[in-house]
């Protein structure tokens, strides 16, 4: 039988130091993040501890291969195969004591987050939705950590900001060096935003909390793009032909990705601009561009693909149908983008669409449809109609949803 990947694989180096915890364990975190890590240019000193959303069987599959597994870019024409060692422990997120021990670590300087926009728990207007009955429930169990010096065991709030902000708590307790917050989902002014609901939250907790989240966590934000679809039953076979290795828990990607990151790292960070992230001062235009563009062109294709017959992006896209709903949004859209090249990008991104060796599939665009709707496109139809504008475009794609216009933003409703 072939060798199962491993640290042995990549020579026998040893595993870089924990300095980043990371929290949704998935194969976007792998082909994007976890990516960026390994190849960044002092990759031997940054290592991942990473945590799956619940389940334990990514975390079981790469904890046997010491963390170590097969990145396949997919392209047109045939595959790449790259072995990545970040990820040094994979653990299930159901494991709090695990998560919050990692994150209050002084060693620990970058907490990194792909959990998908809905798991945030926010209110439409921004801020986290304080009558959510999870988000109520976890404040009360935190604030009963807060309140106790020592305990011998850890609560296990429901919620990500919850688990995020009974580590904080944690961490404060050691009085440990500044740790940076990463989000990488798909929400508008993303790192703002987790601030935010962050320091509310913190406020309901204690204050001593609640004065301590300024300096003692910053929060950055991030644009992120790459197109990771859904590992297929096939893929271990195929990894195993192409490299000789087995992996249980390869990882398929398209060749393009891109990182831009705004904010401070107050304990340091890779040199991830090494491996072409880029570092900007302001980074509101090109987060909305990705957001609108990219990801609205997604929920666009998933509302009104899968109706005629299509279950992957690249089908969708070819339909002129759909492809003329998603050229339609792009004009829209584009209006209110000055300065990030709009043109370029959809050129780029039709592109990416047509790789028909990209399998991204409709059903997964189509989780948590509401949440990606009112961050994707309700901006776009808003912008149209206070601009005079019929909004004909962004308005079709969000009726195509079948979700009434009043629950995705009561807004839509008055500018009819």
């Known amino acids: 039988m072939k060798p199962l990947l491993s640290r042995t694989t990549l020579g026998d180096r040893p595993a870089p130091p924990e300095r980043i915890v990371h929290l949704g364990l998935g194969a976007f975190h792998r082909a994007h993040q976890a990516w960026y890590t390994t190849r960044a240019a002092d990759a031997d000193q940054w290592g ?19 963390g170590v597994y097969t990145l396949v870019e997919r392209g047109p024409d045939g595959d790449r195969h790259e072995t990545i060692g970040s990820i040094v422990r994979a653990l299930p997120g159901s494991d709090t004591g695990a998560f919050v021990e990692a994150v209050a670590r002084p060693e620990t300087a970058i907490l990194t987050l792909t959990v998908t926009e809905a798991a945030y728990r926010l209110a439409p207007g921004g801020g986290p939705d304080l009558t959510d009955p999870a988000i109520a429930a976890d404040i009360a169990l935190i604030k009963t950590f807060a309140g106790v010096r020592v305990q011998s065991t850890v609560p296990t709030p429901a919620t990500v900001l919850g688990r995020t902000l009974l580590a904080l708590e944690a961490r404060r307790r050691i009085a440990a060096p500044a740790l940076a917050i990463v989000p990488c989902d798909n929400l508008a002014a993303n790192g703002e935003a987790v601030r935010n609901a962050l320091q509310t939250l913190a406020g309901q907790v204690s204050p001593a909390l609640r004065d301590w989240l300024p300096t003692g966590v910053s929060v950055v934000s991030t ?37 831009v990151l705004c904010g401070d790292f ?19 235009a090109w987060e909305t561009r990705k957001l609108w563009l990219l990801n609205g062109a997604h929920s ?17 896209f070819a339909d002129p149908a759909c492809r003329a709903a998603v050229e339609a949004l792009w004009d829209e859209a ?14 780029a991104l039709a592109e990416r669409f047509t790789n028909p060796r990209i399998e991204h599939h409709l059903a997964q ?47 839509l409703e008055e500018t009819q």
Do not use: C, N
């Open 48 to 66: 991942i501890a990473a945590f799956t959303g619940r389940s334990r069987t990514l975390a079981d599959r790469l904890t046997a291969q010491q």
């Open 223 to 259: 644009s992120v793009d790459r197109i990771t679809p859904r590992v297929t039953a096939g893929e271990s076979t195929r990894v195993l032909a192409a490299t000789g290795h087995r992996d249980e828990a390869p990882v398929v990607t398209e060749p393009f990705a891109d990182w």
């Open 266 to 284: 107050p304990s340091g960070r890779p040199a991830w601009e090494s491996a072409g992230a880029r570092f900007v001062d302001e980074i509101g």
């Open 300 to 316: 666009l294709l998933a509302v009104t693909g899968r109706p005629r017959g299509h279950t992957t992006v690249a089908q969708a």
């Open 334 to 347: 584009a209006r209110h983008l000055p300065g990030v090249q709009p043109d370029d990008y959809r050129k």
């Open 365 to 411: 665009i189509a989780e948590d449809m509401l949440t990606k709707l009112r961050l994707r496109i309700a901006p776009v139809a808003l912008l149209e109609r206070r601009a005079g504008r019929p909004a004909t475009a962004s308005l079709a794609a969000l009726t195509a949803s079948g979700i009434p216009l009043s629950d995705i933003d009561p807004r």
